[in-house]
């Protein structure tokens, strides 16, 4: 199994993990870096990625529900239509990032630096934005 770059579509990694979420955890335990990974479509339910380096990275499609991306770096990232309920988002870096029409329902954004990100036609149900920087976010048609 292999992680693409978005960009250039090189080969970031390859083990012969049974899932992408097996592939990334596996990575990100040998300090691979995951910027401008394409991890669109994964399946990462409850996955662990605290403080990981995702800037530029493709997540769109993906099943985020329950992960742990508490002080992650997803600046400039792809995450359109991903699903993030109830997803750990503490002092997520998310400048520029493209959320539009992801599901936020019961995510913890706070201290998220949101600045300049799209969020247009997310859900933000109950979500917490404690202390977030939403300076520029696009807000528009979100629930």
Known sequence: MKIH?????????????????????????????LRGADLSWADLTDIEL???????????WA???????SYADLNWSHLMYTNLTDADLTGTDLKDADLSRSDLTD??????????????????????????????????GDK
């Open 107 to 140: 995510a913890d954004l706070t201290d998220a630096d949101l600045r300049w990100a799209n969020l247009r036609g997310a859900d933000l149900t109950d979500a917490i934005l404690e202390n977030a920087n939403l300076k520029g976010t696009i807000l528009e």
């Open 63 to 69: 099943d985020l529900e329950g992960a742990n991306l």
């Open 5 to 33: 770059n978005t960009y250039n579509k090189t080969v970031i990694f390859e083990d012969d993990a049974d899932t992408i979420k097996e592939l990334v955890e596996i990575a990100i335990q040998e300090d691979i870096d």
């Open 50 to 60: 605290e403080g990981v380096n995702l800037e530029g990275a493709n997540l769109d």
